[in-house]
């Protein structure tokens, strides 16, 4: 029986009563009997209210003091999904590896209740999207079912390991599908992860899920297969709508861009430059500078290993900087401050700071604004925080000098050589200040 997110006296209510999410109810009250849906309730949602999704689509919150009486009328079914036949292969097409992650364009629907469910895996995926066998000859994996807020450093790891072999067994294209929350780190975390692909390994995701009239899967799922298969380039990328419409989509390098709007089909942009290249019906404009594809893995080195011990510090007026010294105390090994402007922190948190990197700690400061570059030679202040051995990161995102401390760490490199590494341009992270 499940009670998603039904807890104390409710979740005993609804158990004696029978009761799962989904299921027909009639709940009576003193002000008479109200029938609907059981509805699951968020894990953090209060414990006080059931909630009913009535015949005319609202759903409805009802105190637990004013019910009266339970009363299952109808028990609901799992909704059931059976994919077509998978569509004949055209010989000769590239070999193209879909990994599977989760997250929205994994998911649909439950009619019942109204929520998103987790529940293609990429194999559902290429049934339902069956344009993609005239692209190219598709292998699919679920390495993990995971909404990508979930996601660990273990996780990056994980990925970069089977797309590194995948590599190697010759796929003339990557195709990962992601959440979209954290798609961005992700992407990071495979462009240092996996050093000269000779091929490109593209992210993708979908704001809406797969069966809603909006969702943008499908559009996204066959421009990222086209790049994948076709792309006279390679390195790992981003590809996601470029506009509100379905007709153009934007290539972002895998270390530039980030998810800027919560609900946009076009939410993920290049930040502090522009996108790698644009596609508009099956045509790419590639920026000129990037790696040619290659035949064979010579010249790859997959280097998977992450160390979550690293943490990501916003700094905001009346910055809290006794947390610098909590996480240090936790085994933290090193920290990205967010700094506001140029790359600055309130004076009162320069103790903590001090302490921090005194104790081996890295401590490293990107900017808030995104656009522009930390530069903390300007004002005293910045001054201040480099003597104190804060270590300035130049124009990276914050997210991407998270995933790239991570991935130091994880190498195993002590303090001076993630400091001389971090400010080091890798894989297009950090770019050297051009004179306008
Ligand atoms: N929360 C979801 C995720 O990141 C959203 C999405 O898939 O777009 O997995």
Redesign the pocket.
């Known amino acids: 029986m499940s009670l998603e997110g039904y807890r104390g006296r409710l979740l005993e209510l609804l158990r004696s009563a029978g009761a799962s999410v989904g299921d027909e109810l009639v709940v009576s009250t003193a002000s008479g009997d109200v029938e609907g849906t059981l509805m699951p309730r968020y894990q953090l949602s209060d414990q006080l209210h059931l909630v009913l999704k009535l015949k005319n689509g609202y759903n409805v919150g009802m105190a637990l003091g004013r019910i009266s009486g339970v009363r299952v009328k109808g028990k609901g079914r799992e909704p059931s999904f059976s994919p077509p036949p998978r569509p004949r292969a055209t010989a000769g097409l590239p070999k193209v590896l879909i990994l599977g992650t989760?997250?929205?364009?994994?998911?649909r629907v439950d009619y019942r209740t109204g929520g998103v469910k987790?529940a293609l895996s990429s194999e559902e995926l290429y049934h339902l999207v069956p344009e993609l066998s005239g692209i190219a000859d598709i292998s699919t994996e679920a390495t993990m079912n995971?909404?990508?807020?979930?996601m660990t450093a273990e996780h990056w790891s994980a990925l970069a390991r089977r797309a590194g072999d995948a590599l190697k067994e010759g796929f003339d294209g990557i195709v990962v599908t992601?959440?979209?929350?954290?798609?961005h780190y992700t992407s990071a975390a495979l462009s240092f992860a996996l050093d000269s692909p000779p091929v490109p390994v593209v992210l993708v995701?979908?704001?809406r899920s797969s069966d809603r009239p909006s969702s943008d899967s499908a559009t996204n799922l066959i421009g990222a297969v086209t790049f994948a298969a076709r792309a006279p380039v390679s390195g790992v990328f981003v590809v996601m709508h470029a506009g509100p419409g379905d007709d153009e989509l934007a290539i972002h390098a895998g270390v530039r861009v980030r998810k800027l709007h919560t609900s946009r089909r076009d939410a993920f942009r290049s930040v502090n430059g522009a996108p790698a290249g644009t596609m508009k019906d099956g045509e790419m404009r590639l920026d000129q500078s990037l790696p040619p594809r290659r035949s064979g893995a010579a010249g790859l080195s997959v280097i998977p290993g992450f160390d979550g011990r690293a943490s990501l510090l916003k700094v905001y007026p009346g910055f809290h900087s006794s947390l610098i010294g909590d996480l240090v105390r936790g085994g933290c090994r090193g920290i990205v401050l967010e700094g506001t402007g140029l790359g600055h922190a309130p004076s009162s948190s320069y103790a903590d700071i001090a302490d921090a990197a005194k104790s081996g700690v890295f401590v490293g400061m990107s900017s808030q604004c995104m656009n522009g570059s930390v530069r903390m030679t300007v004002y005293d202040t910045g001054r201040d925080l480099a003597k104190l051995g804060v270590v300035p990161l130049g124009d990276m995102l914050s997210e991407v000098a998270l995933v790239k401390l991570m991935w130091l760490l994880g190498q195993g490199y002590d303090s001076p050589k993630v400091a001389d590494m971090m400010t080091k341009n890798l894989r297009g992270e950090l770019r050297e200040r051009r004179p306008l």
Request: glycine share 20%; charged share 10%.
């Open positions: 989760g997250g929205t364009i994994a998911s987790a995971i909404y990508s807020e979930n992601h959440g979209t929350d954290t798609m995701g979908s704001q």
